[in-house]
């Protein structure tokens, strides 16, 4: 498949769930549940993750506009979401380098900043999608990228902290949160690190506190 079926070029690789979703269509595009999502996750099959059609083809669109008004999602989201002007240093080979209060991820508040995922995935209502920017590198491993059991650590320390620790001061169990991180052949935005977090059913002030929206 070389576009999206509606004139689109593709703007990266669509997985099988993709190309799945956008023969059928929205009509038979059912919702991902949390108890889906709770499996997926807990399976690492990451690639089963999918948008709603009509939302993936809207997706392609808005990545081939981004692409050609600012060279890549990444300009785009350092420029217009998290406002981070990266070193000079930078080049292709590092990625984007950034001044920060600590080498470490998570310790400082202000090298990392948590915001609403503006293209979620199709979930039921009630699931909301954050994503976790960071200045910092996690440690991966392998071919593929995964994250060493040192930087699923971190994060887990991190999402305990910050979201579980939050909810339960509202009387809210952990088991309204799960995360995530793609590896990077999943990854839309490659050059800046980030953690995927869903919540379920969580007050719309709590959410506020975490996005600063």
Excluded: C
């Excluded at 939302?55 to 989201?77: E, H, M, P, V």
């Excluded at 995935?121 to 999608?129: D, K, L, Q, R, V």
Aim: avoid cysteine; proline fraction near 6%.
């Amino acid at each position: 498949m070389t576009d999206s079926g509606n004139g689109e070029p593709l703007p990266f690789e669509l997985t099988e769930t993709d190309r799945q979703n956008l023969a059928q269509g929205d009509a038979h595009f059912k919702p991902l549940t949390w108890d889906d999502l709770r499996e997926i996750i807990a399976r690492n099959d990451l690639s089963i993750l999918k948008r709603k059609p009509s939302d993936l083809i809207r997706y392609i669109a808005w990545t081939n506009s981004t692409k050609a008004a600012y060279g890549s999602i990444t300009n785009f989201i350092l420029q217009e979401r998290l406002h981070w002007v990266p070193l000079p240093s930078s080049s292709d080979e590092t990625g984007p380098l950034f001044v920060t209060e600590s080498d470490a991820p998570f310790i400082s508040s202000n090298d990392y900043q948590i915001l609403p995922n503006d293209w979620p995935y199709g979930m039921e209502p009630g699931i909301s999608h954050l994503v976790v920017w960071l200045k910092t590198r996690l440690a991966v491993e392998g071919e593929e990228g995964q994250l060493t059991a040192e930087s699923r650590a971190l994060v887990d320390g991190f999402v305990k902290k910050v979201f579980e620790e939050r909810l339960a001061q509202h009387g809210l169990s952990g088991d309204r949160i799960l995360w995530f991180k793609n590896w990077v052949g999943l990854q839309s935005v490659r050059g800046v690190e980030h953690v995927h977090v869903l919540v379920r059913q969580v007050p719309r002030a709590i959410l506020g506190e975490w996005t600063g929206t």
